[in-house]
């Protein structure tokens, strides 16, 4: 896993898919900046201790932000109204970054599950 690929992924995606996702980049690196940055499934992962903990994708009409776990979205319950879910997602506008608290919360959802 390297920096590269997600420097790679971003970079061929349009304006402002590309934009909103750096920025969430940057929310998820705050929260664990010892993160290890790379493509898990053919998008963008990181890893904390081996574990996948955070990822993100780009898709046609919409962002999603992947915990890598059915627990996390569920653990956040009511904190996530507004935004459209699926057991392992969180999908949100092309040109609107998620909140740097909302991001927060769900990186440390993730870290609890794994025990960090």
């Not at 201790?49 to 962002?63: I, M, R, S, T």
């Not at 057991?87 to 990186?107: N, Q, Y």
Request: with cysteine; aromatic share 6%.
């Amino acid at each position: 896993m390297t920096v590269d690929e997600v420097d790679a992924y971003l970079a061929a995606l349009e304006e402002p898919k590309r934009t909103t996702l750096e920025a969430l980049r940057r929310s998820i690196l705050a929260v664990v900046p010892d993160a290890e940055e790379g493509i898990s499934y053919g998008m963008p992962a990181f890893r904390v201790d081996g574990n996948v903990v955070a990822g993100f994708a780009a898709f046609k009409n919409h962002l999603a932000y992947l915990p890598h776990s059915g627990q996390v979205l569920t653990m956040l319950g009511d904190r996530l109204t507004g935004y459209q879910c699926t057991k392992g997602s969180l999908h949100f506008p092309i040109d609107e970054p998620l909140p740097d608290d909302v991001v927060k919360r769900l990186v440390l959802a993730k870290l609890q599950i794994i025990g960090r």
